[in-house]
């Protein structure tokens, strides 16, 4: 029998949460075993609800990582095929993000960058 990894018991439990089922319910559906699912949920609730969580950090979800990273990723080949500095495109970015207007974003992506950076 296959051992499932934290990772994939995490990504699990968020997907439950988000589901509407019970745990039972979801556990079944997943063709997985109910008794280690709701260990797991256990785990995951008690250290999420624990005093050691700090208050004012958001936590990113597994998901929403997987998401973030392939942003990049994405925004890095761009960079590759339009001839950047990935380093210099992004801290750029960062340097104009926050004062640039929202109908202007578009001049930030790599495929515009040179044409709209300021000298």
């Not at 089922?21 to 556990?27: D, M, R, T, Y």
């Not at 340097?95 to 640039?100: A, T, V």
């Not at 109908?103 to 709209?116: A, D, E, F, I």
Request: positive net charge.
């Amino acid at each position: 029998m296959k051992k499932t990894s934290i990772e994939t018991y995490y990504e699990l439990f968020y997907r439950w949460q988000r589901s509407g089922l019970s745990k039972a319910a979801f556990a079944d559906r997943e063709g997985i075993s109910k008794v280690s699912f709701y260990s797991w949920c256990k785990k995951f609730e008690t250290k999420t609800d624990s005093p050691g969580f700090q208050a004012g950090f958001s936590r990113i979800e597994l998901a929403e990582a997987t998401e973030m990273t392939a942003a990049m990723y994405s925004f890095m080949a761009s960079c590759k095929k339009n001839n950047l500095n990935e380093f210099d495109w992004l801290k750029n970015v960062f340097e104009r993000i926050q004062s640039i207007n929202h109908k202007s974003l578009y001049q930030l992506l790599p495929s515009n960058w040179k044409k709209y950076r300021p000298i």
